[in-house]
């Protein structure tokens, strides 16, 4: 699915585009509007779109302007001028800055119309070949791929180098890395869908993911990539020396991994869940942030789908931890970690089969054996999470504690599926909780803030998640949009205090944050169907 951002200064002329246009047949599913070069400077800053059509002659900053400003930063985004006047000058502006379109006033919609299609085709076309088989399978065929992917994976579990055999590694792999570099890690999760395919055909789009994040990241960041043991794809990333002041690209990392999600999606028909972790120094603090995005993946999502969300949007840090060389048994705690239940059931059931075929001289350790290692694992994600164990599985940890606690496979059978469905039921309840914590915050900043700025990017900001997940989540579990929930606590408050009487509607409108007191009335009355005055006069009645 494709976005695209208008942008003119006349309101009417947007909302007509905007109704009159077939956009779901055309496969956009996000219509944007802008009225200002500068608002559609912060929309661009803020979320992925595809293309952008805009007026030339506008106040303040011009089409012409908007245009070189949106291809300095973001080349890709297709740009089509839309203007009344057929001039030979701005013509040649709008080929000097590699317009891709450009469309005199008035225009029939048959003609935008074709004009959205050329340009969808394109885009299409574009990461056809970022993503093609035969750009991925020669990827597969370097050797260099290998080697950088297995170095990162030595720095993210944690294994320890000179930093004079680092740099030497990281020179010879041609890696732009140094020690001292801040770095950022992204965690890529493929979903279910990709799973379906052939192990061929799953590693290309694995290959296709990273090319596309190479493509999209590209202008302003470097990225090394590897695929760790839980089939996730890490990224570590740091920021290329730019003149731009910070100041301009605050979320620029979360634009472009929203991009990177929304790419997959229309790309590659499948979906992606994105961790962004904070920031830290390479190379000591890459096993840290590693740790710290397993922890947040795991605890705190699961099996949810396509969230994009930073770590720093979570203050709670494990008050347990655990110590890693009491496990011997590294498969059954990765696939806890990874909360892969289903596997784990297969993996248990084979060797309770193959318990119940062991002669009775060996039986009892073999008991004792697969209890201390269910429990060890279970202590050590318990301990990952935060918790003792003790407090999860209650009644069942006294099992532990006794010489001989178990006759027989069945009865260690049914211990284990009932702690494993315990740990099961309490890491779910934390991921569900997840959510909950980010509505309830969100609902809380409106509600202090009604008078304020409460738009989706800062309500955003506050949770510290990006504004096009928050607005995801937040639909998802109270069914409302949030800026419906906006609208509908700025009007009860509104209905409240014109009940009240004592104030001015244009005072009451300033103190819900309308600074255009007609653009009130308006809104108002779209909700309640009488205007402010009329509303308070009926109840004076």
Known sequence: MFRILIVDDHEHLVASLVKSIPWDELEFDQVHQAYSGAEALDFLNTYPIDIVITDIRMPGMSGIELLQRIRQKWKRIKCVLFSGYADFEYAQQAIQYHTDDYILKPADDEEIVACLRRLTEAIRMEWEE???????????????????????????????????????????FEIPFAAGD??????????????????????????????????IFR???????????HDYLLFLIKRKRSETSATDRPHRLEREASELQNSVQTFLHGKVSILLSA?????????????SSLRVVRQRFGKQDEFLISTDSFDDNPQVDASAGLYDSPTLIQLLEAGRWEAIDVKLRTVFEEMTKLDRQTHQEHLMEVCMTVSGALIYISHKNGKPL?????????????????????????????????????????QNETVAYLVRRAQQYVEDHLSGDTSLQTVADHVR????????????ETGEGLSGYILRLKMEKAEKMLLDGSQKIHEIAEQLGYANPPYFIKVFKKHSGLTPREFRDQAGR
């Open 390 to 430: 003790e407090s999860v599985i209650g009644e069942d940890w006294v099992f532990l504690f006794q010489p001989n606690p178990f006759r027989n496979v069945d009865q260690l059978q049914q211990w284990v599926w009932r702690v494993l469905g315990k740990m099961q039921a309490d890491m779910q309840s934390e």
């Open 219 to 229: 202008d302003e960041f470097v990225l090394w990539t590897c695929k760790d043991p």
């Open 465 to 476: 998640v990006h504004p096009v997940y928050l607005s995801r989540v937040y639909k998802s």
């Open 182 to 215: 801040e770095v950022t890690l992204m965690l890529v999760r493929m979903d279910d869908s990709f799973y379906s395919y052939n192990d061929r055909d799953f590693h290309l789009r694995e290959y296709a993911i990273v090319n596309m994040a190479e493509e």
């Open 279 to 291: 920031k830290g120094t390479f190379p000591d603090a890459v096993p840290q942030l590693y740790q």
């Open 130 to 172: 970022i993503s093609s088989n035969q750009r991925t399978l020669y990827t597969l065929r370097e050797n260099f791929p290998k080697l950088r992917d297995g170095l990162l994976n030595e720095l993210l579990q944690g294994r320890s180098f000179s930093e004079q055999a680092l740099s030497q590694q990281l020179g010879a």
